[in-house]
């Protein structure tokens, strides 16, 4: 196999990009959070706003994927100083593992300490609907673990170990704060296990029965590669993913999955998902 240096993404690259957001903004952020498919509103509550297209910044991967508006919004939201991803981009779009990550990995050097995941998800638990937000305790990498791994490559030693564990990806303490914020709010919270596949197509019902007997909850076509360089440097993670459609299990079943409907439906949960991000960020410290 022959390895593309255009795979990797230098420390210099990264500070590049960080330093010119830093000159775009007067706002020194400490939580970072990312926004999946149609879950862009939240952004719009973020006052004092410094709005930053990804296309301005060097070096950052840039989304053309509808309902990901691609750009930074860095102010404050709900008396915390935050950097919001409005949109992400996606392996399938592709982009190498670590070009996807490079966000997270500005957002260490910004100085932020806490990131704060969504996204768009088919739920496979048949105790899901569609509707449903789903609190994110573990994931499975099947991109990561086919070899697209956002760690492969030279090792960015001023992040983290060339081996970092990751047998807490989500954060327990925030997990617990999510399902205090929610039971107070009287937020209906699932949780689960998400599965992190490549896309761009929907998943076959026999992929959907193989991800149901491993262990999945949900499945989508990101998260996981950002949480992984997260946990690579220390960040406390939160997950949180909208349950945007029923996963088919069957070839028989006339449904059909579209990102139509992923919208549609992403654009239902975001009252809910912004009641919670909201209640969460007001209890940080």
Not at 10 to 23: G, H, L, R
Not at 108 to 130: D, E, H, S, W, Y
Not at 246 to 254: L, R
């Amino acid at each position: 196999m022959v390895i593309s240096s255009n795979d990797f993404v230098s420390y210099d690259a990264i500070k590049q990009a960080a330093e010119y957001i830093q000159t775009k903004t007067k706002h020194q952020p400490d939580i970072g959070l990312i926004l999946g498919s149609g879950l862009s509103p939240l952004a719009d509550e973020v006052e004092a706003a410094d709005n930053i297209p990804y296309e301005e910044i060097p070096n950052f991967p840039v989304s053309g994927v509808s309902g990901h508006a691609g750009r930074l919004v860095i102010g404050k939201l709900v008396g915390q100083t935050v950097l919001v991803m409005q949109g992400r981009t996606h392996f399938y779009e592709g982009y190498p593992a670590q070009r996807i990550t490079l966000p997270v990995r500005v957002m260490q050097i910004m100085g932020i300490n806490t990131l704060i995941v969504t996204n768009a998800a088919g739920g496979i638990n048949q105790n899901f609907k569609a509707g449903d937000l789903m609190l994110i305790v573990d994931h499975i990498n099947f991109v990561g673990m086919s070899g697209n791994h956002p760690l492969r490559g030279p090792n960015l030693d001023q992040f983290g170990p060339r081996f970092p564990s990751m047998t807490r990806p989500y954060d327990p303490e925030l997990i617990t704060l999510a399902r205090k914020v929610a039971r107070q709010s009287n937020l209906g919270l699932q949780e689960g296990v998400y599965a992190c596949v490549s896309g761009p197509s929907f998943e076959t019902p026999a992929e959907i029965r193989l991800f149901k007997i491993i262990g999945a909850d949900a499945v989508g076509m990101s998260t996981a590669p950002e949480v992984t360089v997260a946990n690579h440097s220390g960040l406390r993670v939160l997950g949180v993913s909208s349950i945007t459609n029923v996963a088919i299990q069957e070839t028989g079943s006339s449904a059909e999955t579209t990102h139509e409907e992923v919208l549609e439906t992403g654009r239902i949960i975001v009252p809910k998902l912004i009641a919670l991000l909201k209640g969460i960020l007001a209890e940080l410290d």
